[in-house]
């Protein structure tokens, strides 16, 4: 963390972030490894997030006072199709998924990352679970073997960036366990970086109270 950190002197703590890149032992055609895991110390809490339900619904009230930026169908489908992405998540309310789906706002909303899909747990019942959720959360997505996500800001102490990181590997150890018997996934490399830091590589364990002493490890 001292050799990233000096790689952003004079930033501002919250501006650049830590980031893992989790490479990984895979088919280039398989299927990917993705998801949303909320860190035990979030890196974005101010991420805007969209709810797809009826305006003036008591669905959409529920939505706002959960956190949700913006609410409601036909208004938010216009201004998609304008070219006015408003928003960095997007829900939508399983009473509005036939609507959405006859917009046709696949192909703008999909290459972002953005177009709500049950496979992605994002057309949801619970407006007011999903929206806490996805406050503070990341997401995630395998591209071309590599995983990246941010796990930090530079403003972390050392415990909180281990909690995070742990939590990381645990949650892409458990997705790639849940991937058929048929597809081979394994960890290969892991990286640490930052904004405008180089990457320094993580490959080994995590210390804990058992482990030996820097200077043991100096001498041997």
Excluded: W
């Excluded at 490479?23 to 805007?48: E, F, I, Q």
């Excluded at 048929?182 to 970086?193: A, D, P, R, T, Y």
């Amino acid at each position: 963390m001292r050799y990233i950190r000096a790689f952003e002197v004079g930033r501002p703590p919250t501006s650049s972030k830590y980031e893992m890149h989790i490479s990984l032992k895979t088919l280039k055609n398989g299927p990917a490894v993705r998801n949303r895991l909320r860190l035990p110390h979030p890196v974005n809490t101010s991420a805007r997030i969209c709810v797809i339900c009826p305006p003036d619904s008591p669905i959409a009230t529920t939505a706002l006072r959960a956190g949700a930026k913006l609410v409601g169908e036909d208004v938010i489908f216009d201004a998609v199709k304008e070219g006015r992405v408003e928003f960095d998540r997007c829900l939508c309310h399983v009473d509005s998924l036939q609507k959405l789906n006859k917009a046709g706002l696949g192909r703008i909303l999909g290459p972002k990352g953005l177009m709500p899909s049950s496979k992605t747990g994002t057309v949801v019942k619970d407006v007011a679970g999903a929206v806490g959720g996805m406050i503070g959360g990341s997401e995630y997505r395998e591209r071309l073997g590599v995983v990246r996500m941010a796990v930090g800001q530079l403003g972390f102490t050392p415990d909180e960036m281990q909690r995070n990181i742990k939590v990381f590997m645990e949650q892409i150890k458990r997705d790639i366990s849940q991937l058929s018997d048929k597809i081979s996934k394994e960890i290969h490399e892991v990286v640490l970086s930052s904004t405008n830091a180089p990457g320094f590589s993580l490959n080994g364990t995590f210390r804990s109270p058992e482990s030996p002493s820097t200077q043991e490890l100096a001498v041997s």
